[in-house]
């Protein structure tokens, strides 16, 4: 069990860019989760999914926004057209769905920086 | 909807004393509720979590926080401060029904010698 990893770990873009992150869940993990963390702020949740399928987007989550996890396993977070509002650490977390009080275990992030 | 205030931003607390961070949540039912810690870049890590029975729990690193319905609060504890234990620290409140975390803004922790 080597964690949850992210990649790039950090992405400097100009604006109007189109940006990818990865995610790479803790194997066997089933359950994916997308958080947003601006300066001075806690974590704000954007998607998250079930195996491969995506079962809640956050308002936050506008059309530029587009999440993937096509065989439920790793996933990417597209963001296009970038903005300046959307630089921020892009925070991916996993779990494995027990039907308990599952924990969320969360990678180290990637800091997007758009000029 | 629900929310977490965290009403300190920074506290500075020297070594070897102890420390309190306060939470306090907005939620109809019991919540879900979560202590986490973010050190320079790392992730977060889960310190504890409280979802039902005994209302003080215990987590890792020495921590512990405790549930108070009448008030809305689960503050976190810890008896004796080390200069590790700096780092910024958010606690999280969870919808039953939902999977998402509601984080509060955190606090940032000093240690001094």
């Known amino acids: 069990d080597t964690g949850v990893s992210q990649n790039p770990r950090h992405k400097i873009t100009k604006r109007g860019q189109n940006v990818t992150f990865r995610c790479d869940p803790i194997?066997?993990?089933?359950?994916l989760y997308w958080y947003r963390q601006t300066l001075g702020q806690g974590p704000e949740f954007l998607t998250y999914?079930?195996?491969?399928?995506?079962?809640?987007k956050s308002r936050l989550l506008s059309d530029r926004f587009s999440a993937e996890r096509p065989k439920g396993s790793f996933s990417t977070l597209e963001i296009q057209r970038t903005e300046q509002g959307d630089s921020a650490m892009y925070l991916c977390?996993?779990?494995?769905?027990?039907?308990?009080?599952?924990?969320?275990?969360f990678g180290p992030g990637t800091r997007l920086t758009v000029t | 909807a629900q929310s977490v205030t965290q009403p300190d931003i920074h506290i500075t607390v020297s070594e070897g004393a102890s420390l309190e961070l306060r939470c306090n949540y907005s939620y109809g039912a019991t919540p879900y509720l979560f202590w986490y810690v973010q050190s320079p870049g790392q992730g977060l890590q889960l310190l504890l979590k409280?979802?039902?029975?005994?209302?003080l729990v215990q987590g890792i690193k020495g921590f512990e926080a405790e549930f108070k319905r009448s008030q809305s609060s689960f503050n976190l504890r810890k008896p004796s401060v080390h200069w590790s234990d700096a780092a910024e620290y958010f606690c999280?409140?969870?919808?039953?029904?939902?999977?998402?975390?509601?984080f509060g803004t955190g606090t940032r922790l000093l240690v001094s010698p």
């Open positions: 409280y979802f039902s029975g005994d209302t």
């Open positions: 999280a409140v969870k919808n039953t029904g939902f999977q998402k975390l509601v």
């Open positions: 194997s066997e993990h089933n359950r």
């Open positions: 999914f079930q195996n491969e399928a995506q079962l809640e």
């Open positions: 977390a996993s779990s494995l769905e027990t039907g308990g009080l599952v924990e969320q275990y």
